[in-house]
């Protein structure tokens, strides 16, 4: 199946900084790409869709000047979460769909701690 | 909110057991997707059932569909310590966008 990365797999930051989490697509091109969060023990919870070249579209709730979404190229989609508080922390997990494709591939997530 | 709900929330079998789990999802969909996640890790896709299928299988797996009652079933049959792992179904919320929206998933332990 296709292979989609985040990078970093796992971050510590100190509140009030930014963090910027990457999500590509290997060996295929991801017209669009998703961002979900996901608490301890609990499901994933869509934050936004991004489409390549275009705004990404966010969930009722998820604040886009605090998760900065930017999906600049086919293979390329970062989360930045700015102004990092620790109830940000989480697991951040993106995946990734090609044109004309039903399967999304996930990436393997990025565990968030903000101190 | 949550489209899917799933039960058992945890389920703990002897291996070489089956397990079963369920799916219960509120609007119409495309299809029906189950994956698993072993702990502090990625998705791994399991298996697609469209709407019009009301069976699938795919090695252990067995999925079923019910429209009628908006409700799907997973078995994973002769279950291994290694299928201990949250199993989600998750559902496409709209054909535009193709989001998915998670069920709350089931911890699946599978005891040696």
């Known amino acids: 199946g296709a292979v989609v990365s985040q990078h970093p797999s796992r971050v510590i930051c100190k509140s009030g900084t930014s963090v910027k989490i990457e999500c590509r697509s290997l060996d295929f091109q991801a017209t669009t790409m998703f961002w979900y969060r996901q608490f301890p023990k609990k499901s994933l919870m869509l934050m936004a869709t991004?489409?390549?070249?275009?705004?990404?579209?966010?969930e009722q709730g998820v604040e886009k000047d605090k998760f900065l979404i930017n999906h600049a190229s086919l293979t390329l989609s970062t989360l930045t979460v700015t102004s990092a508080h620790p109830e940000d922390s989480s697991f951040y997990i993106c995946?990734?769909?090609?044109?004309?494709?039903?399967?999304?591939?996930f990436g393997p997530g990025t565990r968030l701690t903000v101190l | 909110s949550q489209q899917g709900e799933e039960d058992p929330q945890a389920l703990s079998i002897q291996e070489g057991e089956n397990a079963t789990m369920n799916c219960s999802y509120k609007?119409?969909?495309?299809?029906l997707q189950w994956y698993r996640q072993n702990s502090g890790r990625g998705l791994v896709h399991l298996i697609l059932i469209r709407s019009n299928e009301r069976e699938k299988h795919s090695g252990r797996l067995r999925v079923t569909l019910d429209t009628s009652k908006k409700s799907s079933s997973l078995l994973i049959t002769a279950s291994r310590a290694a299928d201990t792992a949250s199993y989600f179904c998750a559902t496409a919320i709209d054909t535009g966008r193709r989001a998915l929206t998670f069920g709350s998933g089931t911890r699946l332990q599978v005891q040696p």
């Open positions: 995946s990734a769909r090609g044109e004309g494709g039903s399967e999304q591939f």
């Open positions: 991004s489409n390549e070249g275009s705004k990404a579209t966010y």
């Open positions: 609007t119409s969909i495309n299809n």
